[in-house]
């Protein structure tokens, strides 16, 4: 049996079409309570101008500040969040806050959190990244307990952990 050029073409096509899936434009990660925090939340991260928005909705806070980080590992298994490692640092530079130039990669800085516990996040973070080495894919977010102070190295002082998750990837719109 002989094929066409144009449908072998159009296979060669096809099968190519499979082997690249689309490029990730947007994630997200469920946080999941620590202990008994009863800390919980969303975080979607999207593909955009300049980098990647970082939205969060967070409830079941203490009211004020809680240091808020991608951390390097996807893992929440252990109960106090520690399986998750330190903060996501593939440049090996220095902990401070999401809109300093030397930062973590996953330096987001803190969420407020209003009377009733809940806190929202809205902001374009440049360092995020669905590729390289600067990507978030399959990394974990991390609440903590208290506020970080974007400078006490490594960490911010931020206290213990409350609430993580794995940033996994969102079906395409
Ligand atoms: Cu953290
Ligand atoms: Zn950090």
Known sequence: MKIAPLAVTALAAASLALAAPA???KAVAV????????????VTFTKAEGG???QAQIKGLKPGDHGFHVHEFGDC???DGASAGGHFNPAGTPHAGPHDAQRHAGD???VAAGADGSA???????QASFE??????????IVHDKADDLK???????GGRVACGVVGVVKAQ
């Open 108 to 110: 987001m800085g803190n």
């Open 23 to 25: 490029p990730v434009t």
């Open 77 to 79: 298994s252990a109960p």
């Open 120 to 126: 929202t996040v809205d902001y374009v973070d440049k």
């Open 52 to 54: 990647v928005r970082v």
């Open 132 to 141: 390289g080495p600067n990507s978030v894919l399959g990394r974990g977010v």
């Open 31 to 42: 946080l999941n309570p620590l202990g008994s925090s009863g800390v919980s939340g969303t």
């Open 152 to 158: 006490t190295q490594p960490t911010g002082n931020a």
